[in-house]
């Protein structure tokens, strides 16, 4: 069948995305955009206990930091709007009773207290409770009581609940286009509620499969917690009388510890260093904060980069990719049916290569909220000239300014090392001369210095490390930095003038 290609991203707003869950919307959006479909974006509100105030904001944020497009959908709009399950409430009570009717589903009466009753006798006798073909005969359900008894309790605001029937001893098979065929049989599995009359809203599957059916899509790519749901799935589009346009699955790999074992948690990132979030994200509730990839310095770019190959493959050496080349390689079948190991230093390696390809111009845009943030004003070109002389040393934009901040901060104090190493014996007078030397050129550009001071110093006979070195104590203030030429041009002559006069003003020399 050949339909056009619609999938969803649909997260339920419970906290921060985590990265497995960017890394879901990002091969949803490479599959949608490689086939010319739509990409929708679905929000999974249905659970008002587990809902967080402000997680949809963070996951439209985080969207489109990446770059990851929504065509339809919760901030876009469509034609199958509302796109919030919240918002779209009066829709799933009617498809609940639809399966009643057909005796896919009932009502269960039990409470809460009641069914804690159930499990702890089971416990006691050593077995596990489950809801399903084995006890809904004999409890409270519309399948055990009278259809008066059943209007009568609904009537009187008993609290309700729809349950899905699963049929016994049925043997479900299914297809991923990732592991393959699958095949479940359901008496190991339990009867899910679809529709609670306490807040008047469907629970996850039923909401999930009417949406899924009503929004028309095509293939559904979600992560493999969701593989165990696929049964009850498969079985709620067969009471709909859906199968002809069931979507297709592909349940995606986990994201495992960068040891292997489990799968990759907030936790681990804080153990370790490194953020399991996107974003920066901070608790409305509890106050707690979370890294966030953005945050840390890294670009959307390398991020991306390195989640697209958290699972999939492209079957080359290549790992450098745009989006607009992962969108033109990626394929459900390259991706690995065994979970991803994450790769902390594989993260800061992709953010490297990013950072080293980067243009001044490109370094200028990113690099100025950081200067403004330290006081810095100073054209663009300046910004971008800056990060571009030390780019090279950098992993992270964070790790920018510690790399270029002597460029626009004159050195007050000097690292003692180099105090003790450089500022003494001849050096001093040495850095004297050398600034009428500076003082004299009308060429103050890097080539030009560079040659009429190694001519100079050859000429004089001095060692060409003592010189450099008290040069760059006096410009940098200490014994890091790029090449002493680069540190001129950079500055321009007065500067450079300025700060050796400093040093030889300020600072005694060492005996
Ligand atoms: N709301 C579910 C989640 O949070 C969606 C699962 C699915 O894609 O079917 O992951």
Known sequence: MNRPVRVRFAPSPTGPLHIGGVRTALYNYLFARQHGGQMILRIEDTDSQRFVPGAEAYILESLAWCGIEIDEGVGVG???APYRQSERREIYLGYALQLVDAGWAYYAFDSAAELETLRKEYESRGETFAYNYTVRERLATSLSLSADEVKARI??????VIRFKMPENRLVEMDDLIRGHVEVNTSTLDDKVLYKSADALPTYHLANIVDDHLMEISHVIRGEEWLPSLPLHYLLYEAFGWQETRPAFAHLPLLLKPTGGGKLSKRDGDKMGFPVFPLFWESPATGETAHGYREDGY?????INM??????????????FTMPELIGRFSLERVSKSGARFQPDKAKWFNAQYMHHKTEAELAVLYQPILRE????????????AAGIMKERATLLTDLWDLTSFFFIAPE????????KYWKGDNPAILRALRDVLAALDDFSLEHTEQVVHAWIEEKGYGMGQVMNTLRLALVGAGKGPGMYDVTSFLGKEECLRRIDHLLNTLKPAE
């Open 78 to 80: 469509g034609p199958h």
């Open 155 to 160: 009537d009187r605001g008993d609290q309700w």
């Open 299 to 303: 670009f959307p770019e390398a991020f």
């Open 307 to 320: 989640l697209a190959l958290l699972g999939w493959n492209p079957g080359t050496e290549q790992e450098l």
């Open 374 to 385: 330290h006081g810095i004003e100073v054209p663009d070109a300046v910004a971008g000239h």
């Open 413 to 420: 104090v000097y690292e003692e090392k180099q105090v003790k």
